[in-house]
Protein backbone atom coordinates (compact mmCIF):
# COMPACT_ATOMS: atom_id res chain seq x y z
CA UNK A 1 0.00 0.00 0.00
CA UNK A 2 1.76 3.79 -1.35
CA UNK A 3 0.34 5.83 1.69
CA UNK A 4 1.75 9.25 3.59
CA UNK A 5 0.69 10.05 6.87
CA UNK A 6 2.80 13.66 7.60
CA UNK A 7 4.45 16.09 5.15
CA UNK A 8 6.30 18.48 7.53
CA UNK A 9 7.47 21.72 6.26
CA UNK A 10 10.35 23.37 8.29
CA UNK A 11 9.54 27.39 9.39
CA UNK A 12 11.82 29.81 10.27
CA UNK A 13 8.35 32.16 11.80
CA UNK A 14 5.89 29.75 13.15
CA UNK A 15 3.25 32.27 13.30
CA UNK A 16 4.07 33.85 10.16
CA UNK A 17 3.43 30.50 8.29
CA UNK A 18 0.43 30.34 10.25
CA UNK A 19 -1.12 33.58 8.70
CA UNK A 20 0.18 32.30 5.75
CA UNK A 21 -1.70 28.92 5.11
CA UNK A 22 -4.68 30.61 7.21
CA UNK A 23 -5.27 33.65 4.93
CA UNK A 24 -3.73 32.18 1.86
CA UNK A 25 -5.45 28.72 2.27
CA UNK A 26 -8.14 29.46 4.22
CA UNK A 27 -6.57 26.46 6.55
CA UNK A 28 -7.73 25.99 10.29
CA UNK A 29 -5.13 24.44 12.33
CA UNK A 30 -6.66 21.12 13.86
CA UNK A 31 -3.94 21.22 16.87
CA UNK A 32 -1.03 24.03 17.51
CA UNK A 33 1.62 24.86 20.01
CA UNK A 34 4.76 27.20 20.03
CA UNK A 35 6.50 25.08 18.09
CA UNK A 36 4.39 22.90 15.79
CA UNK A 37 0.68 23.32 13.98
CA UNK A 38 -1.05 20.81 12.17
CA UNK A 39 -3.48 21.06 9.19
CA UNK A 40 -5.89 17.58 8.73
CA UNK A 41 -5.61 17.17 5.35
CA UNK A 42 -7.55 14.90 2.57
CA UNK A 43 -6.06 11.65 3.83
CA UNK A 44 -3.09 12.94 5.29
CA UNK A 45 -1.35 15.46 7.95
CA UNK A 46 0.39 18.64 7.15
CA UNK A 47 2.37 19.89 9.62
CA UNK A 48 4.89 23.35 9.82
CA UNK A 49 7.22 23.12 12.57
CA UNK A 50 9.90 25.62 13.86
CA UNK A 51 12.95 24.91 12.29
CA UNK A 52 14.79 24.50 15.30
CA UNK A 53 12.14 21.82 16.78
CA UNK A 54 12.44 19.65 13.63
CA UNK A 55 15.73 19.90 13.58
CA UNK A 56 15.97 18.64 17.47
CA UNK A 57 13.80 16.14 17.01
CA UNK A 58 14.99 14.76 14.09
CA UNK A 59 18.91 15.34 14.99
CA UNK A 60 19.32 17.29 12.04
CA UNK A 61 21.19 20.06 11.84
CA UNK A 62 21.43 23.34 9.58
CA UNK A 63 18.19 21.85 7.79
CA UNK A 64 18.74 23.68 4.54
CA UNK A 65 16.34 25.97 2.41
CA UNK A 66 13.70 23.70 -0.02
CA UNK A 67 13.82 23.94 -3.50
CA UNK A 68 14.30 20.66 -4.95
CA UNK A 69 10.52 20.16 -4.52
CA UNK A 70 7.76 21.67 -5.26
CA UNK A 71 3.69 20.91 -3.25
CA UNK A 72 0.82 20.55 -5.22
CA UNK A 73 -3.01 22.47 -4.61
CA UNK A 74 -5.32 21.19 -7.03
CA UNK A 75 -8.69 23.16 -7.62
CA UNK A 76 -11.50 22.84 -10.03
CA UNK A 77 -10.94 25.61 -12.73
CA UNK A 78 -8.73 28.03 -14.13
CA UNK A 79 -10.25 31.30 -12.22
CA UNK A 80 -9.73 29.25 -9.19
CA UNK A 81 -6.13 29.06 -9.86
CA UNK A 82 -5.90 32.40 -10.27
CA UNK A 83 -8.18 33.28 -7.09
CA UNK A 84 -5.86 31.30 -4.88
CA UNK A 85 -2.67 32.41 -6.02
CA UNK A 86 -3.84 36.05 -5.45
CA UNK A 87 -4.49 35.17 -1.71
CA UNK A 88 -1.90 33.55 -1.41
CA UNK A 89 0.64 36.55 -2.54
CA UNK A 90 -1.75 38.49 -0.09
CA UNK A 91 -1.24 36.54 2.32
CA UNK A 92 2.56 36.78 2.03
CA UNK A 93 3.40 34.84 -0.53
CA UNK A 94 6.09 35.34 -3.12
CA UNK A 95 4.87 34.96 -7.26
CA UNK A 96 7.33 32.36 -8.70
CA UNK A 97 5.52 32.18 -11.71
CA UNK A 98 2.37 33.46 -12.96
CA UNK A 99 -0.78 31.59 -13.95
CA UNK A 100 -0.61 29.95 -17.50
CA UNK A 101 -1.19 27.07 -19.58
CA UNK A 102 1.72 24.69 -19.96
CA UNK A 103 1.91 22.57 -23.29
CA UNK A 104 1.16 19.32 -21.63
CA UNK A 105 -2.14 20.84 -20.53
CA UNK A 106 -4.16 22.79 -17.60
CA UNK A 107 -3.38 25.29 -16.21
CA UNK A 108 -1.14 26.65 -13.24
CA UNK A 109 1.05 28.95 -11.70
CA UNK A 110 3.68 28.95 -8.20
CA UNK A 111 3.95 30.54 -5.22
CA UNK A 112 6.08 30.52 -2.59
CA UNK A 113 5.14 30.36 1.05
CA UNK A 114 7.35 32.85 3.48
CA UNK A 115 10.17 30.03 4.11
CA UNK A 116 10.50 28.98 0.60
CA UNK A 117 8.23 26.34 0.10
CA UNK A 118 6.61 26.14 -3.41
CA UNK A 119 3.25 25.56 -4.11
CA UNK A 120 2.18 24.79 -7.51
CA UNK A 121 -1.56 26.07 -7.82
CA UNK A 122 -3.38 23.94 -10.49
CA UNK A 123 -6.67 22.82 -12.24
CA UNK A 124 -6.16 19.72 -14.88
CA UNK A 125 -9.62 18.85 -15.90
CA UNK A 126 -8.57 15.30 -16.61
CA UNK A 127 -7.64 15.03 -12.64
CA UNK A 128 -11.12 14.78 -11.02
CA UNK A 129 -11.38 15.92 -7.19
CA UNK A 130 -14.56 14.67 -5.34
CA UNK A 131 -16.70 15.95 -2.72
CA UNK A 132 -13.74 15.22 -0.40
CA UNK A 133 -11.01 17.45 -2.31
CA UNK A 134 -8.65 13.90 -3.07
CA UNK A 135 -7.72 13.87 -6.48
CA UNK A 136 -7.75 11.33 -9.12
CA UNK A 137 -4.74 11.06 -11.50
CA UNK A 138 -6.07 10.80 -14.65
CA UNK A 139 -4.70 11.36 -18.44
Do not use: C
Not at 72 to 94: C, D, F, P, T
Amino acid sequence: MQSMSVLTLATDDLDRSKAFYRDGFGWTPVFENDEIAFYQMNGFVLATWSKAGLEEDSNRKGLASPGAFALGHNVGSEEEVRQVIARLVAAGGHLLRPADAPPHGGFRGYVEDPDGHAWEIAFNPAWPIDANGHVTFGV
